[in-house]
């Protein structure tokens, strides 16, 4: 098992520039979630779902857009980049009625807006 | 508004002594703990968890202790390793409504040898 990996590890945006991170898990678990960490904040959750086609909004939402169509894939994407999207970005599975004791982050991408 | 915090950015302390790392709540509606260890350029791991219905969690060479009437919890290592400098986030698992994990800041720990 490769577990959650993520891509790109590191991504350089100008500001208006749109991207998208990656993450998949080969672990076959339903729920998927996205969180940015900043120095001082912790992690903080910006968009979830419970299994394909379904996602919900975290903490931290906005200016981020998600998709569920496959259980494995669970991609983030920025339309238009700000500075203060600067952060390092962490993808997190784990089974939809499990314990969040064996929820799996990724390595995470850390992402920088000039 | 923070709602889990971590008051101490950072914490030093000699191999082989006790760390101690502590954490606040604010909301009694939390009904679980978690502690997460992070090292650099890796994603958080799981290190021990506690649920509301206890006041103590052991694994090993860490405890994890919580003070409800205080909303305060706290995570026991003994003895420090080298091997344990690493971020420690403290996570509350929020009101059964939206089970969503809330984290507080991190505190890095450095064990020296």
């Known amino acids: 098992n490769a577990g959650v990996t993520q891509t790109p590890k590191f991504q350089v945006l100008k500001t208006g520039q749109s991207m998208t991170l990656q993450c998949a898990q080969d672990m076959n678990h339903e729920y998927m979630s996205w969180y940015r960490q900043d120095p001082g904040m912790g992690l903080r959750l910006i968009h979830y779902s419970v299994g394909a086609g379904i996602t919900d909004q975290g903490e931290v939402p906005n200016g981020y857009n998600v998709s569920r169509s496959t259980t494995e894939d669970f991609p983030l994407r920025l339309l238009s980049a700000a500075p203060s999207q600067t952060s390092v970005y962490f993808c997190?599975?784990?089974?939809?009625?499990?314990?969040?004791?064996?929820?799996?982050f990724g390595p995470g991408t850390r992402l920088t807006v000039l | 508004d923070q709602q889990v915090k971590q008051n101490s950015p950072s914490l030093s302390v000699q191999e082989g002594r006790i760390s101690i790392l502590n954490c606040d709540y604010t909301n009694s509606m939390f009904d679980y703990f978690l502690w997460y260890k992070k090292y650099p350029a890796e994603g958080p791991t799981f290190l021990i968890s506690i649920s509301s219905i206890k006041d103590k969690n052991e694994d090993g060479r860490f405890t994890v202790f919580l003070n409800k009437s205080a909303k305060h919890l706290s995570l026991h290592i003994v003895p420090s390793q080298p091997g344990d400098s690493a971020v420690y986030f403290c996570a509350a698992l929020g009101p059964s409504n939206t089970g969503k994990l809330i984290f507080g800041q991190g505190t890095t720990l450095q064990v020296k040898p």
């Open positions: 997190a599975s784990k089974t939809r009625a499990g314990s969040y004791n064996e929820q799996f």
